[in-house]
């Protein structure tokens, strides 16, 4: 992991934990591909161009829910063991955290296309910080991206929901 990269990790341990003085995080091992039910998810590093494009669900500090449509770069694990003790744990147990490395697409204020499910982006990414580490769990799905380019010669992208694979 880059150190810039890494820089990120840590700051996303802070924030979650509202520790400040986490200062560095050890044996993480990177993942070619996660399985979540009904779908896999790949980095775009590593693995030949195959890369999975996300939207995400964030619930903000003021209870609002908003979507985030981004590009895996990579998928991690963190192993780690807690020093917390509890009633189930008398000593520190090992923990396992599974994350992604995203970058997310720049939204845009063109509402046009929201009703037929389709949702347009800027051709760039915000800058990557601590929200670029994305614990799996709130990946919604994955989207198509497609390259678009408005009537003013606009480089945009469309992102197209695409619906999980249900297997009985």
């Known amino acids: 992991m880059p150190k810039h990269e890494y820089d990120c990790f840590v700051g996303y341990y ?5 520790n400040s003085q986490i200062s560095g995080c050890k044996d993480i091992e990177m993942v070619k591909s996660i399985d979540l039910p009904g779908q896999s998810y790949k980095g775009c590093i590593g693995t030949n161009g195959h890369r999975s494009y996300i939207q995400a669900y964030f619930t903000e500090r003021t209870g609002s829910e908003h979507a ?6 990579y998928l991690f694990v ?3 063991r807690s020093a917390v003790s509890s009633l189930t744990y008398r000593n520190s147990h090992s923990s396992q955290h599974v994350f992604a490395f995203v970058e997310w697409f720049k939204s845009t204020s063109d509402k046009t296309r929201e009703l037929e499910g389709v949702e347009l982006l800027q051709d760039e990414f ?3 910080d601590f929200q670029s580490i994305l614990p799996v769990h709130p990946i919604l799905l994955t989207v198509a991206i497609v390259d678009y380019k408005t009537t003013k010669n606009i480089n945009k992208k469309h992102a197209i929901p695409l619906p999980k694979k ?3």
């Open 14 to 18: 802070q924030a979650a934990y509202k």
């Open 68 to 73: 985030y449509v981004g590009e895996i770069q």
């Open 126 to 128: 915000y800058k990557q």
């Open 78 to 80: 963190h192993n780690f």
């Open 166 to 168: 249900i297997y009985y």
